[in-house]
């Protein structure tokens, strides 16, 4: 049997002009992960068209397409999926866009699955092959238990920077109202692991040092973090990763991860606005000192990857210079900045929908950078100027100079500067190496950057006082996150993890 599997790509991802580095950083996992329940015998295709070009005349027609959806590239997902049915070619579509609107897809595949496709990919493939598949599939049964290997030989490993990506868990604990990924895990478990001794196999499997872990939430459950990172020492690997407030400031867990190799850690702090976390129900940051958590990161020995949204309803016009200028004064190596975007199937959009308060439902446009919806505390011009003005600030010479300066030794002065500048200020040589499929040569100077951040320093340095406390709402003195759940989309906003 032939199949073809395709991650359709974002408009910017294929542009002639320019193309970031975030559409190159790691590979998805989502369509690697399904392929391994196919036998040997059959001939798979993974396309990913973030970082090669694909005409589907190119080639025979396959017997199966399988294409995974998210909300800004469902336009080309559809396209390709009539493509092909109008071929003859049966289509199956997943992902976390056709579990938040099956019947839209549903108009454009001869079968849709939503939720994880763990338990139901399985059943469907022994449906196609007996040519009784079914018109939909639902996942129930949340398990990683006897998943097959990854088919990490069908992955075009030079096309990525990390090509070590991987996923040891799915979904998240927490329950925040604008995430992308609860109506994908609802009617079964939302965050649930692997086996730990699973999980070390399958890093032994991976070449060279460095790993990029996927997952939303790392630190989640600590038990089974705790056996990962003991297992993991000593292996000689460094790691960026994902994590929440919370579990930053619990006891010993961030330490025994910087033992294993935790080099970077990305973290929605998500607001600088109290009001906002409650109302977007991120009660895990609720009452945080969020300086702390940028502090016990450092003082970890690991860099900080910040995620922060714009344009909650309690959002003013001051939000933007008050986020950049906090973060700087911190020393936060790189931030992200998003718009808020109310996706389909969240409790935001259900919310806002009510209220009368969505723009339109153009679903490429629902990436974070554009305003969709009818802010309350500013206009849509001054949310977009706003969130551009974040970025282009946060990233100016001088306020990297002064991030920098937040730290006490030189030799992290000099790895802030180094490791914030070229991520973004180097953006046309990324482009270059992504053009002429070189990128993965620049993977032995992020290992050595990654791995200079390992000098651990006490809390507070001698000689100097503490970094200065943060606004009163970012402490706990205020005054009052199978298909698209393998290497998909992180948590809500979380896409760009510097």
């Given at each position: ?60 027609l ?8 998210y ?10 999926a009539?493509?092909y049915?109008?071929?003859?070619v ?7 866009h ?49 998943l ?9 490993r030079?096309?990525?920077l ?52 996927l997952d ?16 993991m020492?000593g292996?000689?690997r460094v ?7 919370d ?82 004064e911190?020393?936060i ?9 109310p996706?389909?199937?969240t409790?935001?959009?259900r919310?806002?929908?009510a209220e ?6 153009d ?48 030799g ?31 993977l ?27 606004p ?27």
């Amino acid at each position: 049997m032939r199949v073809l599997m395709i991650l359709p790509a974002l408009t910017e991802a294929t542009s002639p002009l320019f193309r970031p580095i975030k559409y190159s950083l790691f590979p998805p996992l989502g369509l690697a992960t399904l392929a391994g329940y196919l036998p040997d015998g059959d001939d798979v295709r993974i396309v990913d068209e973030h970082v090669e070009r694909f005409d589907p005349e190119d080639g025979a027609l396959p017997d199966l397409v399988v294409i995974q959806v998210y909300v800004t590239s469902a336009r080309r997902s559809y396209e390709l999926a009539d493509w092909y049915r109008a071929r003859g070619v049966f289509v199956a579509l997943g992902g976390l866009h056709v579990t938040s609107l099956p019947e839209e897809a549903a108009r454009h595949a001869d079968a849709v699955f939503t939720g994880p496709g763990e338990d139901t990919w399985p059943v469907f493939l022994a449906d196609f092959r007996r040519r009784e598949p079914l018109k939909r599939y639902t996942s129930k049964l949340r398990t990683l238990r006897g998943l097959p290997p990854i088919r990490r030989d069908l992955i075009r490993r030079h096309r990525y920077l990390v090509p070590n990506s991987i996923v040891v868990s799915r979904g998240c604990p927490h329950h925040c109202d604008f995430c992308y990924k609860d109506a994908f895990f609802e009617g079964g478990k939302s965050f649930y692991t692997q086996a730990v001794d699973d999980a070390l196999a399958e890093i032994e499997r991976l070449p060279g040092r460095h790993l990029y872990f996927l997952d939303d939430h790392l630190l989640g459950n600590r038990r089974f973090a705790t056996a990962l990172f003991d297992g993991m020492r000593g292996m000689g690997r460094v790691f960026q990763a994902a994590s929440t407030v919370d579990a930053v400031l619990a006891p010993e867990l961030l330490e025994k991860a910087f033992e294993a190799g935790l080099r970077s850690l990305f973290v929605g702090f998500e607001s600088v606005n109290a009001a906002g976390l409650t109302e977007q129900r991120k009660r895990q940051n609720v009452g945080r000192d969020y300086a702390a958590v940028v502090r016990r990161i450092h003082d970890a020995g690991a860099m900080v990857n910040a995620s922060f949204v714009f344009g909650l309803d309690s959002d003013g016009p001051d939000v933007f210079d008050r986020t950049v200028g906090w973060a700087v004064e911190q020393g936060i190596e790189t931030a992200t900045f998003h718009i808020m975007t109310p996706y389909p199937g969240t409790g935001l959009f259900r919310r806002i929908e009510a209220e009368g308060r969505i723009a339109h439902r153009d679903w490429e446009l629902y990436d974070t950078r554009h305003v969709v919806y009818e802010p309350r505390g500013m206009s849509p011009r001054q949310l977009e100027d706003g969130y551009w003005r974040a970025y282009r600030d946060f990233y100016r010479w001088g306020n990297l100079w002064r991030g920098a300066a937040a730290k006490e030794r030189l030799g992290d002065r000099l790895r802030h500067l180094a490791y914030a500048g070229a991520w973004k200020k180097f953006e046309r040589v990324w482009d270059a190496l992504i053009r002429t499929r070189q990128v993965l040569h620049a993977l032995p100077l992020l290992e050595t950057a990654l791995s200079s951040f390992g000098a651990r320093r006490p809390a507070t340095p001698r000689g100097r006082r503490p970094p200065s406390r943060p606004p009163a709402e970012l402490s706990g003195r205020r005054a009052g996150g199978g298909w698209g759940g393998v290497g998909a989309v992180p948590r809500g906003y979380e896409a760009e993890r510097g």
